[in-house]
Each structure stands twice: as structure tokens, then as C-alpha cells.
């Protein structure tokens, strides 16, 4: 049997709204431009970033390794978001949701669609803190 729920909780305030749009400007923003210093202010330390891949053999669908902050601030630093040309770097950002200390948000870009997961941590503000993504095109592979 299915039954509804409200949510509850109260409205989610205008600066939780501004922070959380911030936080995800300062990931695709900082992506785009190799600004590993807004990247690094956007994630929480113990981030997890995972996408889906398909074994090239098996054919079987898994979960590809999960990326760490700082293995997202270094690929930023080298400027892997640069290789998208300038007039290409489009997205489109969706607050999905607000419940108190979380929240989710659609990140759709050029190459990819990511779901962020953000907390508030109170002085330490709104921090990314799960992301699962994947291409626009094609899949992941992995012979691994």
C-alpha cells in the first residue's frame, strides 16, 4: 500500500538557495575554467564521485571507482575541462530539491549530466558532497 508523505521541515531560506546555486557554479564554472581553488571551496574533503561503466567483455553494468575531491581538484588544476571549447561550455542548472541541511541539484553540461548531493555545514556553508554522473554520449568502458 502506498501512502503519502509531506516532507515537513521549513521552507528552505533565500540564501540557502544562493548558496547552493553558488556551490554548483563553483563546480561546473571551476571545470570549465581550470580553477581548482573554486573547485576545492565546493567540495566537502570526503566528496564521492561515481558514474556507471560497462565492462567491454561481460557487457555488464557497474559502478566505476569513485572519484575523490582531491582527484577532482587535481584534474581540474590540469585543466581537463579547458579541452571543451569556450562557446561549447553550456549548462543548465536545476535546484531540485531543499530539506533542511541537504539538498539536490541537476548539473546538465556540455558533456555531462551529474546529480549533486550538497549538505550545509553550518560555518562551513553548502559542500558537495556526492555526485553521480554520466556522459551525454556514449557510456564509460572499462576492461578492468
Same mark, same amino acid.
Given at each position: 500500500?502506498? !501512502?503519502?508523505? $509531506?516532507?515537513?521541515?521549513?521552507?528552505?531560506? !533565500?540564501?540557502?538557495? $544562493?548558496?547552493? =546555486?553558488?556551490? +554548483?557554479?563553483?563546480?561546473?564554472?571551476?571545470?570549465?575554467?581550470?580553477?581548482?581553488?573554486?573547485?576545492?571551496?565546493?567540495?566537502?574533503?570526503?566528496? @564521492?564521485?561515481?558514474?556507471?561503466?560497462? /565492462?567491454?567483455?561481460?557487457?555488464?553494468?557497474?559502478?566505476?571507482?569513485?572519484?575523490?575531491? $582531491?582527484?577532482?581538484?587535481?584534474?581540474?588544476?590540469?585543466?581537463?575541462? +579547458?579541452?571543451?571549447?569556450?562557446?561549447?561550455?553550456?549548462?543548465? @542548472? +536545476?535546484?531540485?530539491?531543499?530539506?533542511? /541541511?541537504?539538498?539536490? @541539484?541537476?548539473? @546538465?553540461?556540455? !558533456?555531462? &549530466?551529474?546529480?549533486? !548531493?550538497?549538505? *550545509?555545514?553550518?560555518?562551513?556553508? =553548502?559542500?558537495? &558532497? *556526492?555526485?553521480?554522473?554520466?556522459?551525454?554520449?556514449?557510456?564509460?568502458?572499462?576492461?578492468?
Amino acid at each position: 500500500m502506498e !501512502q503519502s508523505m $509531506d516532507a515537513g521541515g521549513p521552507i528552505p531560506r !533565500q540564501e540557502d538557495f $544562493d548558496a547552493i =546555486w553558488q556551490a +554548483t557554479l563553483d563546480y561546473i564554472e571551476g571545470w570549465y575554467n581550470a580553477d581548482a581553488e573554486r573547485m576545492r571551496r565546493c567540495l566537502h574533503p570526503d566528496l @564521492v564521485k561515481r558514474t556507471i561503466e560497462r /565492462h567491454v567483455e561481460s557487457e555488464e553494468l557497474r559502478l566505476r571507482h569513485p572519484t575523490a575531491a $582531491d582527484m577532482l581538484v587535481g584534474f581540474t588544476e590540469e585543466g581537463r575541462g +579547458t579541452e571543451v571549447p569556450e562557446p561549447e561550455r553550456l549548462y543548465q @542548472v +536545476t535546484i531540485v530539491d531543499i530539506f533542511r /541541511h541537504i539538498a539536490m @541539484v541537476k548539473c @546538465v553540461s556540455t !558533456q555531462f &549530466v551529474d546529480y549533486l !548531493q550538497l549538505a *550545509n555545514f553550518g560555518d562551513r556553508g =553548502w559542500l558537495i &558532497v *556526492n555526485v553521480l554522473w554520466e556522459l551525454r554520449e556514449g557510456e564509460i568502458e572499462s576492461d578492468s
